[in-house]
């Protein structure tokens, strides 16, 4: 810990813990730990932290990373006897020191100490919750295999969540403790940042900000594996944003399918109402079209409940209030259903024929795409259906939330 500087003992106690995950780091961690130890008084000096802890994590290290990390008094160390991963390691050094604020840092020598100082300034004095450490800018070490994927998972989490960063998986950053519990749970792998990063992003009530920092060349053999750690990250932001903003995902797909879908009736549309009828020819292409339209409104039904869930499980159902507008609104849904069954009801009656002939002669001469419309507006009330019930649950458990809350208590 280090000490505080003078007239820094008016202001009101404001820990760091810098957390330094290091796996076989024997060649880089004496000297980064030498530059976090002198850094420390200029983060007090600049920032409103008063005091600030190292934590070195070895992650089930088999070289001399733990022993020299020892070697510096000043430096708490945690050694894991087997590899636990790259987040499972921040994640023990912030538990071993608590403090306001949590910082980690890479181990390689690529991330400088002393850029944390204007990252702890942005953090308090812009009252963000968290400022990640762009590694992007043109003083940049990156190799240019990781710079360009590095880019593209930026742009994907951008589209995505519709708030810009440059780097997602940057290995620096400060956040406030008590943001942390929004962010849990984390990987315990190298896919911890962009997990981080995507939580974050798609939260979309955390304030988030991000300071271009110096990028060195790391010192020893990286850890990363370029293209299955790649894949990691992109799932891992795929799924963050799954279970929190779905419709990011799903919505360009619905209007794919019904883009496609459209397209497939407009010839035999414009056939029928030229000549009234509709020929064999172009049953299977208004059957590929229906059931594209079926898979777009599962689609559109899932969505719903599934961002319902979501809010819910975040505490935010009030964002679908009475008032809100949006798509996913349940009385929108509850819209769709009502119309599904007037088509229903539509669908019915020109069967009501076709049922007679089977219940009189056991053969139906019913032109094919009566049964058609049929089957597919009866199913597609089934879907509203069961999404409108699932919806009835998801508010009924909305309205019990208080009184659990209360019991809880």
């Given at each position: 810990m280090s000490k505080q500087a003078p007239g820094a003992a008016a202001r009101p106690p404001l820990g760091l813990t810098v957390v330094v995950p290091a796996l076989d780091e024997e060649e880089a961690i004496g000297a980064t730990l030498e530059r976090c130890l002198a850094a420390r008084a200029r983060i007090?000096?600049?920032?409103?932290?008063?005091?600030?802890?190292?934590?070195?994590?070895?992650?089930?290290?088999?070289?001399?990373t733990a022993e020299i990390a020892r070697s510096f008094p000043e430096v708490v160390v945690v050694e894991f006897a087997e590899n636990q991963g790259y987040g499972a390691a921040i994640k023990a050094g912030w538990e071993?020191?608590?403090?306001?604020?949590l910082a980690f840092l890479d181990a390689d020598g690529t991330c400088d100490p002393e850029f944390l100082a204007p990252m702890c300034a942005e953090l308090v004095g812009g009252g963000h919750d968290l400022v990640l450490g762009g590694r992007m800018g043109p003083q940049s070490s990156m190799p240019r295999l990781r710079r360009l994927g590095n880019t593209l998972f930026?742009?994907?989490?951008?589209?995505?969540?519709?708030?810009?960063?440059?780097?997602?998986?940057?290995?620096?950053?400060?956040?406030?403790?008590?943001?942390?519990?929004r962010l849990l749970p984390l990987p315990d792998g190298l896919h911890f940042t962009p997990a981080m990063s995507a939580r974050a992003l798609i939260d979309g009530e955390l304030r988030v900000a991000e300071l271009e920092m110096p990028y060195h060349e790391r010192i020893g053999r990286s850890k990363l594996a370029v293209v299955?750690?790649?894949?990691r990250f992109l799932g891992v932001i795929v799924a963050t944003v799954a279970y929190i903003r779905l419709s990011r995902l799903t919505g360009p797909v619905m209007l794919a399918l019904a883009v496609a879908s459209a397209a497939l009736l407009a010839r035999p549309t414009l056939f029928y109402v030229a000549h009234a009828r509709l020929e064999e020819w172009m049953f299977y292409r208004i059957a590929l079209a229906l059931t594209l339209s079926t898979i777009a409104l599962v689609l559109l039904c899932a969505t719903i409940v599934g961002e319902h869930v979501s809010a819910l499980t975040h505490l935010r159902y009030e964002s679908f209030g009475p008032d809100t507008r949006g798509l996913w609104r349940y009385e929108n849904l509850r819209a769709l259903a009502v119309a599904g069954l007037v088509l229903a009801l539509v669908g019915a009656l020109l069967n009501v024929e076709g049922v007679r002939q089977l219940l009189t002669s056991g053969r139906v001469t019913l032109h094919w795409s009566r049964v058609m419309l049929g089957a597919f507006f009866g199913v597609n009330?089934?879907?509203?259906?069961?999404?409108?019930?699932?919806?009835?649950?998801?508010?009924a458990l909305h309205a019990r939330q208080p009184y659990l809350r209360r019991r809880g208590d």
């Open positions: 007090v000096r600049d920032t409103p932290v008063t005091h600030v802890n190292v934590v070195v994590v070895s992650d089930g290290s088999t070289d001399r071993k020191e608590p403090a306001e604020l930026a742009v994907l989490l951008g589209h995505l969540s519709r708030r810009r960063v440059s780097d997602t998986a940057s290995g620096m950053r400060v956040l406030r403790k008590e943001a942390l519990p299955r750690d790649g894949l009330l089934a879907v509203l259906a069961s999404a409108v019930g699932t919806l009835k649950i998801v508010r």
